[in-house]
Each structure stands twice: as structure tokens, then as C-alpha cells.
């Protein structure tokens, strides 16, 4: 049993994940959480949560507290933080009385939503509440040398957002944050189907989908998938067979808009380190990366090594754990 505990948070719009200096990643759950409307009571938080959405009766309503990776709900984001870090200190049996706590905050965050975030994790009661940027956490997940003066140039594709950083010497040198992820891909998948089918499908649909038969590259071996939906003019349940090259249109214009926030990174990027990043290329991360082609994609458009992290899900909630250690170093560094 530990006296008190040292973890990293992960707070991301689709998933959060905890990370234990001791135990590695200790909890990763969709950051979904269900209330009933009548007591505004907790019924069921993270996976339990998303099996509920689209399927509950009309007291209960699956809430997703995190938008664009800031807080929406301040008081189900505090709820759902005091739920799931009960459910790690049961199934560790560690002590989560004022741990010390690492939370990753978007690049492009407010101080007004930073300050959400760091109110969130000590209304829990941590002792020390560090913040760090995303890009950051997800460069040290993704095992790149942050603390040496060579560009590391990251790339974290999120539910609600899409970090692009620099780091060098532990810093950012040049950042981009685009309220673009997979979420902002899954409505786009939901409004083609809508209006090329006139059928109405849910995110999780939407999410299959993606995954499924989701591609980055127009050039690609044309897959097929039927879908199930309700069709808009007789509101009878319908199924229809849609194909890969018609996801690709739909989600076109999100990844250019993503291609668009790696560019101007680099355009901003020191002369001295533009050398480094023709040499070590750029380093995906984050569930987006996932998407069927992404990487060949990439190199194509911007003509330098791209490469896929370990990890590419856990990097961020790895790099908050790891950064317990480093904080000082990076503080320093920010300075």
C-alpha cells in the first residue's frame, strides 16, 4: 500500500486513461458518463457509460463532458474523475488520498479552461496538480529524445483535437492546436450518410464505420460495408451498402485541415531545425493516427519520414507518468 500515489491523466475527449508510476496504464475507459436527469445522479461511468448511448430511456442521458479536449460539464468532468480514480485505487489498492497528479491540457487551451482542468483534479483532493501540454506528454510517450536540442516533431490526432508540436530542449518551439479529430471525422461520415441516403446513424455507427473501411489515401483497394440506419422519410429501420472511396470524400476535408496545422508548424520552425526534421521526420500519435493509410499519406504531402509511436493510443498518458519525473526539468525549461 503507498502512501500516496504519483499518476498521470490523460483527459481526452473520446478516452481517459490514468497512468500509475508504479503500475504503468491502470485505466483507459471512454470518457462517457451516464446521469440520471430526475436525481442528477451517476449512473455509470466510462465503458459502461458508452454501452448506454443511443439506448437509453429518457431519465438517463449519456453526457460527454469533454469537448475539443477542454471541459464542457465541469461538474460531470469532477464526477467522473472522483468515479474513475475510485475504481483505480480499488483495483490497485492503492491510497488516492492527495496523490500528486500530471494532467495534459491542449496547446491551444484558454487559462480560463486550464484552470477548469486544474480545478477538476484538486476538487478531488491532489496535493500537487501539474499541467502539461499535450504535445509534450505525447513526445515523451512516444519515447523521442524531448530534453535534447534536436526537433521532435509530434503529431497527436485526439477525439476533439489535433496537436502538432515542436519540442526541443524540453520545450515547444512551435505549436498548432486544430479542433479537428476523430469525432469532427465521425459527424462528417453521419451528414454524408444523411444527406446521400437520407438515413439517420449514430456516432457509434459513424465510429464503425471509420474504422472499418476509413481511409486517408483516394488511392486505395475500394472496400464495401452495409450499414444499418433509420431512413428519414418512412422512419422505418433501412440497410444500405456504402464504399470506402465514398468515406474517403466525406472525410477529405478534415485531413486536409489537419495537413494544413502540420504545415504551418513547420513553417515556423527555427532554420537550425528544419535539418533535424528531414533527417528523424515527424512521429504520429493518438487514436486518428490509426486510420487506415494515414502514414503513407502524410509522407506523401509533406516529403519527410513519417513514423507511427509505440503506442500510439497510450503515448500522452505515458509521457503525464513519465513527466512526474521530468517536471522540474520542464519547468525550468519554460522559464
Known sequence: MLSTAEIGIDLGTANILIYSKTKGIVLNEPSVVAIDVNTKQVVAVG???????????????????????????????????????????KKLGLSMRKPTVVVCTPSGSTSVERRAIHNAVTSYGAKHVHLIEEPVAAAIGSDLPVDEPVANVIVDIGGGTSEVGIISFGGVVSCNSVRIGGDKMDDEIIHHIRKNYNILIGERTAENIKMEIGYAQADHKEETMEIRGRDMVTGLPKTVTITSTEIYTALKESLEQILEAIRSTLENCPPELSGDIVDHGIVLTGGGSLLSGMQEWLADEIIVPVHLAPSPLESVAIGTGRAIKMISKLQKAAK
Open 47 to 89: 465503458a459502461e457509460a458508452k454501452e448506454m448511448v443511443g439506448k437509453t430511456p429518457q431519465n438517463i442521458v449519456p453526457i460527454r463532458p469533454l469537448r475539443d479536449g477542454v471541459i464542457a460539464d465541469y461538474d460531470v468532468t469532477t464526477q467522473m474523475l472522483k468515479e474513475l480514480l475510485k475504481k483505480v485505487s
